[in-house]
């Protein structure tokens, strides 16, 4: 499924624990982390120069959504002034994703409340 989603909605979700934040559960917290990777300031350009080329991936455990992927793109569009997001509960290329976690077990798709 793919939709469209405020980026405030997306700073409020949960995020899975990262080894280089391991206190931050929830999207808001990772963002200034986020902005120091070596790939962030080229990601911000061509996001600036082209747009967005790729949409988030939002999936929900035990009926909570979880951002699992586009973590560098939420803090650019913030950075950005930039609203909304497409966002997508598959990944894009599902082998690059083949033992992600959230991909198995209690994990299911997102659907946003009516």
């Not at 939709?3 to 200034?32: E, Q």
């Not at 599902?94 to 077990?105: A, K, L, P, S, V």
């Amino acid at each position: 499924m793919l939709g469209m989603i405020a980026v405030a909605d997306v700073l409020d979700m949960l995020t899975p624990d990262d080894d280089d934040t391991p206190d931050c559960l929830y999207v808001r917290d990772v963002l200034p982390h986020k902005r120091t990777s070596e790939h962030y300031a080229r990601l911000l350009e061509e996001i600036r120069a082209d747009g967005m080329a790729l949409p988030i991936m939002i999936r929900t455990s035990h009926g909570q959504p979880w951002l699992v992927d586009g973590h560098h793109r939420v803090a650019a569009a913030e950075e950005l002034g930039i609203t909304h997001l497409v966002w997508s509960d598959l990944p894009v290329e599902i082998e690059d994703h083949q033992f992600n976690y959230t991909m198995r077990g209690s994990w299911g798709p997102y659907r946003p409340a009516a």
